[in-house]
T-cell receptor, first 114, second 110 residues
């Protein structure tokens, strides 16, 4: 058990809808990362927050947004959903700001857009 | 659970044999590397890491080798067991964040 909790485990929704994915990092970790994993794209970095502030952005669509709250949990909001957004979404946490220590991943949210 | 990367390269090894999984990384500025294991229906799990000031690091039944000259990383698993069957990813910290390789599926044959 990595200590990172993601909810819900599964989400099925229709095109055009909006969903929110939630992540609780390991106790004490200040950095939260979001990754998307699809069959043909591998693990793609979306965005990182450190202690409530956005630190880095990757290949995140404008329809997607995220935030990290004062209690350090994070939410990833996906709107105007398209079929191609179906994927596994992982949250990871780290105790550090930079990329020089391991990321610890949750078990993901499987999003299916129909 | 959901299958990850149905078209991943696959390595099949006999139970008890040693496994070697290779990874080519892209950024010569990367100075920290990690191997992850991902089982079906789960998130990537940290196995072992190595910094660029080392060329070898050992853990329990696993060894990571780093060759900076050719930008190559390998993961060796000794006495491979059925529980080692999974997809293995390397990650490098080039740029601001970790970049993951495409993964290799390890299949352990009885």
């Amino acid at each position: 058990d990595s200590g990172v909790t993601q909810t819900p485990k599964h989400l099925i929704t229709a095109t055009g809808q909006r969903v929110t994915l939630r992540c609780s990092p390991r106790s004490g970790d200040l950095s939260v990362y979001w990754y998307q994993q699809s069959l043909d794209q591998g693990l793609q970095f979306l965005i990182q927050y450190y202690n409530g502030e956005e630190r880095a952005k990757g290949n995140i669509l404008e329809r997607f947004s995220a935030q990290q709250f004062p209690d350090l949990h994070s939410e990833l909001n996906l709107s105007s959903l398209e079929l191609g957004d179906s994927a596994l979404y992982f949250c990871a946490s780290s105790g550090y700001r930079g990329s020089d220590s391991p990321l610890h991943f949750g078990n993901g949210t499987r999003l299916t857009v129909t | 659970g959901e299958s990850v990367g149905l078209h991943l390269p696959t390595l099949s090894v006999q139970e008890g044999d040693n496994s070697i999984i290779n990874c080519a990384y892209s950024n010569s500025a990367s100075d920290y590397f990690i191997w992850y294991k991902q089982e079906s229906g789960k998130g990537p799990q940290f196995i072992i890491d190595i910094r660029s000031n080392m060329d070898k690091r050992q853990g329990q039944r696993v060894t990571v080798l780093l060759n900076k000259t050719v930008k190559h990383l390998s993961l060796q698993i000794a006495a491979t067991q059925p529980g080692d069957s999974a997809v293995y990813f390397c990650a490098e910290n080039g740029g601001q964040n970790f970049v993951f390789g495409p993964g290799t599926r390890l299949s352990v044959l009885p």
